[in-house]
């Protein structure tokens, strides 16, 4: 059975810091998708990782994958307020996604 | 392009009746479709693929009888909730996976939250 789980689960972070959150998985997959979420709405999809080594910036946002170590990263550099969110990463196995846990972070002015 | 709407976006509903959550593919055909369902401050859990034309697959540990699951069309995948209860009230998001294109990745509708009162 597939295990996808992130850390930390909570984040407090002030405005203008950087930080990253971990996505560690127990099956070897080479697709992985970082999505947000924001309080009663659906999924954004931020970023695709389909391959080993697989690194993808968007703004504030870079993501990573390691499927030798069955980690990826999202990096957040200088957060802003609008960053607060509950992020997910998916890993896909057999076309069928595994959520993390999630990470919901909270940017403090 | 790949826009996934579902409807209702909200219902509210009393204690055995069932209800019927519709999910669309509105620009690509999908062969897949993928229902979910996430409980408050908890990550998204798979509940069933739906494939065109055929039976859902459901995962382990989720009753077929009580969330029914019809595919009929390459836009159109619906979810019933039977005879539901107050234990059913969650949020309910599908996916899409278009049938070409647009590699593996999945198109997530807005969601339905479903209170049963």
């Known amino acids: 059975e597939l295990k996808v789980e992130q850390n930390p689960l909570f984040l407090s972070m002030q405005e203008g810091k950087n930080y990253t959150i971990y996505c560690n998985y127990s099956?070897?997959?080479?697709?992985l998708y970082w999505y947000r979420q924001d309080p009663g709405k659906s999924l954004e999809s931020l970023f695709v990782?389909?391959?080993?080594?697989a690194v993808k910036q968007e703004g504030r946002l870079m993501a990573s994958l390691d499927t030798k170590a069955r980690l990826s990263t999202l990096h957040i550099t200088a957060a802003v307020h609008d960053l607060s969110a509950t992020y997910f990463c998916?890993?896909?196995?057999?076309?069928?996604?595994?959520f993390g846990t999630g990470t919901r972070l909270t940017i403090i002015p | 392009g790949a826009v996934v709407s579902q409807h209702p976006s909200r219902v509210i509903c009393k204690s055995g009746t069932s209800v019927k959550i519709e999910c669309r593919s509105l620009d690509f055909q999908a062969t897949t479709m993928f229902w979910y369902r996430q409980f408050p401050k908890k990550s998204l859990m798979l509940m069933a693929t739906?494939?065109?034309?055929?039976?859902?697959?459901?995962e382990q540990g989720v009753e077929k009888d009580k969330f029914l699951i019809n595919h009929a069309s390459l836009t159109l995948s619906t979810l019933t909730v039977t005879s539901a209860h107050p234990e059913d009230s969650s949020f309910y998001i599908c996916?899409?996976?278009?049938?070409?294109?647009?590699?593996?990745?999945?198109?997530f509708g807005p969601g339905t939250r479903l209170t049963v009162l």
């Open positions: 990782l389909l391959s080993n080594g």
């Open positions: 739906s494939n065109e034309g055929s039976k859902a697959t459901y």
């Open positions: 998916a890993v896909d196995l057999n076309e069928k996604l595994t």
């Open positions: 099956t070897t997959s080479d697709r």
């Open positions: 996916s899409a996976r278009p049938w070409e294109g647009l590699g593996n990745e999945q198109f």
